[in-house]
């Protein structure tokens, strides 16, 4: 028996979304192994953001040159007002990874936090403001010299 067009249309489509979400982990998870070798700085909580979860690892570098923003109460988890007419992949991941009594993330800008997923920023390793996607070269260079700012968020 042939289903409808439409039904294997749904299933297609669940299927696509069930794939974008898995290549998102994977893809954070390479990311975290990659960038991130001594796991995300839980030096400061981020709402309630669970960074022991797998897909939290690529969070919080404690070089601050990525995902250094602390996004709390999320509105928009699915990323429905995302400038590029897609859903955010991560929408299950967020869901999975904090609680929806305030939905948080971590995001490379202060920007994706408050206009795409229409949350609040609770902190930004490389200070408040920081609008860049990288991080404050400062701080990355007292990283790698080991001259301080390198371990939590001294805001510089």
């Not at 192994?33 to 797998?54: E, F, K, Q, W």
């Not at 999975?96 to 800008?109: E, G, L, P, V």
């Not at 403001?129 to 007292?142: K, T």
Request: charged content about 20%.
């Amino acid at each position: 028996m042939v289903r409808p067009a439409s039904r294997r249309r749904a299933t297609s489509m669940a299927m696509s979304v069930a794939m974008a979400v898995a290549v998102a982990a994977v893809a954070a998870a390479r990311l975290a192994v990659a960038a991130n070798d001594r796991g995300p700085d839980t030096s400061r909580p981020c709402g309630t953001l669970d960074l022991s979860h797998p897909a939290t690892q690529h969070c919080f570098p404690f070089d601050g040159s990525h995902h250094f923003v602390c996004c709390v109460d999320i509105q928009a988890v699915d990323n429905e007002a995302s400038p590029h007419g897609n859903m955010n992949p991560l929408g299950d991941v967020i869901k999975a990874a904090s609680s929806n009594s305030s939905y948080s993330w971590c995001t490379c800008s202060e920007e994706i936090c408050e206009e795409q997923l229409r949350g609040r920023v609770a902190w930004n390793q490389n200070g408040v403001g920081w609008r860049g996607f990288r991080a404050d070269p400062r701080r990355v260079r007292a990283y790698y010299t080991g001259t301080g700012g390198g371990e939590g968020h001294s805001g510089l």
